[in-house]
């Protein structure tokens, strides 16, 4: 109960700072019978002591409710029992009058799809001009998943209890969590399955830092770019155009298509054909970095040495696109210090697990963890909110936009993590820093763009201005 008491006090506290309680209209409190509800129940204890105008109504039979909400209940005067299809659509009716409608009906433990009166509820609140607030999570949404379970409140804030849930930056909760908070309510530990690391700062890297005057191209990474097979020769050499607008000194493309055949799009960039002749291991002594796969439509045997003889040299790798069919093949004896970054979207993450979509949007993080048992570097999971996972763990970066989902912007971001791994940025640091400066290029070429305009070169172009503020902010 103590904790309640604080968990509510700190809700409202926040809610007050932020000037969510609208001067002339009533503030309506909506509790269901679970703890959750208690903390909804606190918030109007705090609006009633302060004389704010609410209307407080609980979902369910007291009976039913948990101990401690019950002895919250006991101190609130003119609460309205929300019981049938009748008394909702009365509550509806009451709540269209009020400025603000905070959500306490269903916490994280919702186990089971939402029917019956709590349905009709919650679709009537989504209909409401009133801002809806969420206590925790938005009812009717799977804290581990982030699917709606038949269905939820579509939120305008969510306060988050002490710290995200898995539920906020997966699927669904990206759009029915609207700004999320976190509310430190002084919960001293948390089970691991209970939080979500989401990452909001850019790590540091020698990218960051200012160019001395005395230095050359070669200070700033050289990169290999493996991929392009005909009709997929523009991916590479997106991947190549990334690593140069983000910082390399150089970029040679290789591939193994006759140079004859090759269609070049930048005359910044170096070209190498390989094939059975070709020298691997020397030349694994000309780069600092290399992004293996891009427009690699079908590896072979060529490849799968190619990419061998990379790994044993040591060389730090981004394998995305084609090169992805060939991690299996990959030697694990590097110890806790491997240099592979993979960077698949789901489809290519399903076929690498041979587990359907379907089955991973039901446990995405279960099957991260599960993968990365075996898989000895870093993942990136590029989706709407991108997991960056290594046997450390795992980290969620939700600043990306939907102007990203468009051909292209996979090549881009493999580029753009291998500029970092070409100054010597570590790989885990080399994946964050990669995803958040393609996400805020992505998001800066919205703004000029819209939404549905934006290419993956238009992303390129903005990389600078994206590392250029960073500079200034790492100062």
Not at 57 to 68: M, V
Not at 229 to 252: D, F, H, I, K, W
Not at 323 to 342: E, F, K, T, W, Y
Not at 422 to 439: D, K, R
Request: hydrophobic share 45%; with cysteine; aromatic share 4%.
């Amino acid at each position: 109960l103590e904790l309640m008491m604080r968990a509510g006090r700190r809700l409202f506290e926040r809610l007050e700072r932020e000037g969510y309680f609208p001067p002339r209209r009533p503030v309506a409190i909506l509790a269901g019978c679970g703890n959750n509800g208690g903390d909804a129940l606190v918030i109007a204890r705090e609006l009633k002591r302060r004389e704010i105008a609410c209307d407080v109504f609980l979902i369910g039979s007291p009976e039913l409710a948990s101990e401690e909400t019950r002895s919250v209940l006991k101190g609130l005067r003119d609460v309205q029992i929300v019981q049938s299809a009748e008394e909702v659509a009365r509550c509806l009716s009451k709540l269209e009058r009020a400025g603000l409608v905070v959500d306490g009906i269903f916490g994280i433990g919702l186990s089971k799809d939402v029917g019956g009166i709590a349905r009709q509820l919650i679709e009537g609140l989504n209909r409401l001009s009133a801002t809806l607030v969420s206590i925790d999570i938005p009812s009717g949404l799977d804290a581990d998943s982030g699917w709606v379970r038949g269905c939820a409140v579509n939120a305008d804030l969510t306060l988050a209890v002490q710290c995200l849930k898995q539920g906020h930056l997966l699927n669904d909760g990206l759009d029915m969590s609207g700004r999320l908070v976190t509310v430190d309510v002084g919960i001293e530990a948390l089970e691991d399955s209970d939080a979500a690391v989401k990452v909001d700062a850019v790590p540091n890297s020698p990218l960051f830092s200012s160019r001395r005057r005395n230095s050359h191209k070669y200070d700033y990474g050289s990169i290999l770019v493996v991929g392009g097979t005909c009709g997929m020769q523009g991916a590479p050499q997106l991947s190549a155009r990334a690593a140069l607008r983000t910082g390399s000194g150089l970029v040679t493309w290789a591939s193994r298509t006759a140079p004859e055949r090759l269609r070049m799009l930048y005359p910044e960039m170096m070209t190498l054909f390989y094939d059975e002749k070709t020298d691997f291991k020397a030349l694994c002594t000309k780069f600092d970095a290399v992004v293996f796969g891009p427009g690699l439509a079908s590896a072979n045997a060529l490849d799968t040495t190619f990419l061998k003889t990379l790994d044993t040299a040591r060389l730090p790798l981004v394998v995305d696109a084609g090169g992805l069919c060939l991690v299996d093949a990959l030697d694990d004896d590097h110890g806790d210090s491997s240099l592979r970054v993979i960077t698949p979207h789901m489809g290519e993450f399903s076929r690498l697990i041979g587990v359907s979509v379907k089955r991973i949007e039901e446990d995405i993080v279960g099957h991260v963890r599960t993968f990365m048992q075996r898989f000895n570097g870093v993942m990136v999971l590029k989706g709407p909110s991108t997991i960056v996972a290594s046997r450390k763990g795992l980290m969620f970066v939700d600043n990306g936009s939907p102007a990203l989902a468009t051909a292209g912007t996979g090549d881009v971001l493999a580029g753009v993590i291998a500029a970092f791994l070409g100054v010597g940025t570590p790989p885990l640091e080399a994946a964050m820093c990669g995803v958040m400066v393609h996400a805020r290029a992505g998001a800066l070429a919205e703004t000029t763009f819209g939404e549905n305009g934006v290419l993956a070169g238009d992303i390129i172009e903005r990389l600078p201005a994206v590392v250029g503020t960073l500079k200034d902010e790492k100062r």
